[in-house]
């Protein structure tokens, strides 16, 4: 029996926000069983709360939002990521402003936050989803102003695998190919670290739109029409922060056994897969 889990200490952590540029302050504290994921805002008067579901996100504009009753909270996926990771089922994430701190960029700072505070196994049975049946979603996204086709497909398995094929007519990036197999272990070595994306020629409208206000650009994998900015991780970083992504994104439907296939899959496709999950 795989019971559920939660984390052994609170966590602080306070860190620069990707999309806002402010400073925003996170903790992150144990809950009882069948609690889920929830988010709360502390510097709203009600401290509101949210459960980190598919049908409480109010947008995949560059980034997952949860939100309701006029207010909202962003930049979760990375966050979800690591609870998806280390089998983290119940948990309270209090922050002081509408966005999670972007940490460096990637995964990796909230992993070696959960390690260092430890895990508690909890008496109560986890309950884990199998796929039994392929399930897919279809869509469209954009590469510069050309819409190109993209998927992400759910196949039954016997353990959780991601696949993803990074297609792009980028002079720097090209196509980019990564299969992992998941393990905690192989999540911090493989995927934790994998910085997310952004290019040059998008970076002053995302900012016009007011998105991508950080001032450090080291927070992303930067490319420009020449060549990367900075220095990669990873040969093929772009597409190890997709499964990132995807790991996060799909845990908003609960633990999940699947191998799942995607190609130039994004975070609005990502939530509609995961919407599918929650009616199997």
Do not use: C
């Amino acid at each position: 029996m795989i019971f559920q889990q939660t984390i052994a200490n609170d966590i602080e952590f306070t860190g620069q926000a990707l999309h806002s540029g402010v400073m925003a302050t996170m903790r992150i504290i144990p809950q009882p069983v069948n609690t889920g994921i929830i988010f709360s805002r502390t510097d709203l008067s009600e401290r509101p709360k949210i459960e980190a579901r598919p049908e409480n996100v109010i947008s995949t504009k560059k980034s997952v939002t949860l939100g309701k009753d006029g207010w909202k909270i962003s930049t979760i996926e990375h966050l979800m990521a690591v609870f998806h990771a280390y089998g983290i089922d119940n948990a309270l994430v209090e922050v002081n402003n509408q966005e999670i701190p972007i940490g460096d960029g990637s995964g990796r700072i909230f992993a070696e936050l959960i390690m260092k505070a430890g895990l508690t196994k909890q008496n109560e049975e986890r309950k884990l989803r199998y796929v039994k049946e392929p399930i897919w979603v279809e869509g469209t996204v954009y590469n510069g102003q050309q819409p190109l086709q993209a998927m992400i497909l759910a196949l039954p398995n016997d353990h959780l695998e991601v696949s993803f094929v990074f297609s792009s007519d980028h002079p720097v990036t090209g196509d980019q190919y990564y299969r992992f197999k998941f393990s905690p272990e192989a999540f911090f070595d493989e995927i934790a670290s994998a910085r997310t994306i952004a290019f040059m020629r998008e970076i002053e409208y995302l900012r016009s739109q007011g998105l991508a206000l950080t001032t450090d650009l080291n927070l992303a994998v930067v490319v420009g029409d020449d060549g990367y900015q900075n220095e990669l991780r990873f040969p093929e970083e772009i597409v190890r922060h997709k499964i990132l992504d995807i790991l996060g994104d799909l845990y908003l439907a609960g633990p999940t056994i699947a191998h799942f296939v995607a190609f130039r899959s994004g975070h609005a496709l990502d939530l509609e897969l995961a919407k599918k999950l929650v009616l199997k």
